[in-house]
Each structure stands twice: as structure tokens, then as C-alpha cells.
T-cell receptor, first 115, second 114 residues
């Protein structure tokens, strides 16, 4: 079974702190994704990566950056956390090369609160 | 642009009732369609999918048919159980140059009463 793990289930940070969210997948997937999930808005794509050191912006990249130094690991970085970044963050991975058929596998999520 | 619209929740039903959650989409090109489910405290997992018009996806008693003429992918189940209580997301995926991206609806929370 595909397993996607996230470093923390719950995280509380202060405004202005630099925050790292880590995601690891164990199925040698090429593609990894970071979403945020907010009530009434569904999932919104922040960034994704289709190869090591390759990344593309999603729909809401402002205030975030990412790093993918190894194939299995994809990090989301909040350079200076703000209260409007309080949310549930979900990591996902998939194989495939953009055919449109590819299922994404999700981690359990990190609920981040910025105070 | 590409988007997914699904019925707002919460939806509350009694056990063994019939379930329909409506989903319509707007897309350029020919998307694949998905239903994902999120149980309490967990991430999303794929429930079913359909990759072309008139395909029917099915899993765990749930079904959805890809209707190109009505741009719909409604989720149905004949007899729901308490264990089906979860949030359900309709989604579409389009081919992309690097990796398929999925566009999600806003989710429908389903609660089943014993």
C-alpha cells in the first residue's frame, strides 16, 4: 500500500515564525503536491513537484515556498507565518506523467494554527 | 476555467436510506472524474473514478456515472450505513504537461443516523 506521512498532525506557531511542514512517500512516486483545506473552499493547490528539484506554483502559492531535494520528500515552508495561514495542510503523491488518469494518495494532514 | 460544483452539506440521513450527492463540472478538454472520501481525522482516499463518458465507477456500494451531456458525476448509494459518515469530494483531473492536477469541489459532509 502507498503510504504518505506528514511530520505533525497538529502544530501551533506564532505570527512571523518560519514553519516547515514535511511530507514523505514510500512508493517512489514522481509527483508530490501540497494543498490547504478550508471549510467551504475544498482543497486548493499550493505547489506541486514533478521531479526532484522541480516545482510549479499551484493556485495559491503566495506566502509559501517548497523544497524537494529527494524524491520521497517534499517540504512546505511558510517563510513568515500569518494568522490567515491557519488551516489544514494535506500532502499527496502520484505516479504518472500527466495523462489525467492518475490517482493521488494523501497523507493524514497537518492542522496548523498560527497565533 | 475548470471547476467542480457539488451540493452543499451537511446531508443527514437515516441508516439504510438512499443517498445522492450531486456533482457537476466545467472543463476544457476531456477530464477524468473522481470521488474522494475523507473519514474523520484522516486524509482523503479515492472512492471511485471514471475516465471517459458513460463509464460507471463503483466501490463499497457507491456508484457514479460520467455523463458528458449533462457534465455531471452524481454519487449514489442504495443503502447507507453509519460507517459512511464522512466528507465526500467530487474532483476532476486534466492532462497536464508535467503531472496531472486535480481540481476539487468544496466537499459535502454526510452524517448517517443509526
Amino acid at each position: 500500500d502507498v503510504k504518505v506521512t506528514q511530520s505533525s498532525r497538529y502544530l501551533v506557531k506564532r505570527t512571523g515564525e518560519k514553519v516547515f511542514l514535511e511530507c514523505v512517500q514510500d512508493m517512489d512516486h514522481e509527483n508530490m503536491f501540497w494543498y490547504r483545506q478550508d471549510p467551504g473552499l475544498g482543497l486548493r493547490l499550493i505547489y506541486f513537484s514533478y521531479d526532484v528539484k522541480m516545482k510549479e506554483k499551484g493556485d495559491i502559492p503566495e506566502g509559501y515556498s517548497v523544497s524537494r531535494e529527494k524524491k520521497e520528500r517534499f517540504s512546505l515552508i511558510l517563510e513568515s507565518a500569518s494568522t490567515n495561514q491557519t488551516s489544514m495542510y494535506l500532502c499527496a503523491s502520484s505516479s504518472g506523467t500527466g495523462s489525467g488518469f492518475d490517482e493521488q494518495y494523501f497523507g493524514p494532514g497537518t492542522r496548523l494554527t498560527v497565533t | 476555467g475548470n471547476s467542480v460544483t457539488q451540493m452543499e452539506g451537511p446531508v443527514t440521513l437515516s441508516e439504510e436510506a438512499f443517498l445522492t450527492i450531486n456533482c457537476t463540472y466545467t472543463a476544457t478538454g476531456y477530464p477524468s472524474l473522481f470521488w474522494y472520501v475523507q473519514y474523520p481525522g484522516e486524509g482523503l482516499q479515492l472512492l471511485l473514478k471514471a475516465t471517459k463518458a458513460d463509464d460507471k465507477g463503483s466501490n463499497k456500494g457507491f456508484e457514479a456515472t460520467y455523463r458528458k451531456e449533462t457534465t455531471s458525476f452524481h454519487l449514489e448509494k442504495g443503502s447507507v450505513q453509519v460507517s459512511d459518515s464522512a466528507v465526500y469530494f467530487c474532483a476532476l483531473s486534466l492532462p497536464y504537461s508535467s503531472a496531472s492536477k486535480i481540481i476539487f469541489g468544496s466537499g459535502t459532509r454526510l452524517s448517517i443516523r443509526p
